[in-house]
């Protein structure tokens, strides 16, 4: 490595070379031989060897220098490999216990907030956006306008949004 990095060409090839096979080894011996990606993180690690040559520190050993190299391509691989890895989540079903706390604890939040607006306004906005009901539901239902179900909505969550910013004074 020294030669090579004094410019010597001829060094700079036999130690791609060399490197080249110490790293087929090298990943053989870890992800089992023939495996699919070797000969891939034989070239990365080569190419980072060849970008990152002006970093290596001559009074330390080569081979510590390349062993990180080595190592740090292969947690790279192993980390995206095992980021593509599925499995269907039906299996799973019962591993998953569904705590219903917070949702219950938002649902009364919730019903105290709605609690503090007129009845009219209150209804509509629990059967539109809590219940999921259509304006026109509600507006058939009530015996009131679809335009009159939708103006008391908009103006009972105004009307809550200035509550919960604080700018309410009632």
Known sequence: MIEALAGNEQSYRRLLTEVGNRL??????????????TED???????????RRFTYDSERPFT?????????KLIDYL????????????????????DASEAAGAS?????????????????IRAVK???????????????????VKVAIHRGLKQLAKRLRGTDAS
């Open 24 to 37: 087929r080894a090298y990943y053989a011996r870890r992800l089992g031989p023939g495996h699919a990606a």
């Open 41 to 51: 993180l034989v070239q990365e690690a080569l190419l980072a060897v060849h970008m």
């Open 64 to 72: 510590a220098w390349l062993h990180a190299i080595a190592r740090y």
């Open 79 to 98: 980390r995206r490999s095992r980021a593509h890895r599925s499995l269907p989540i039906d299996d799973f079903d019962d591993l998953f216990a569904v």
């Open 108 to 124: 009364h939040d919730i019903g105290q907030l709605l609690e503090e607006l007129p009845p009219r306004p209150r209804s509509f």
């Open 130 to 148: 809590i219940d999921g009901r259509s304006i026109a539901e509600v507006s058939a239902g009530s015996g009131v306008s679809e335009s009159a």
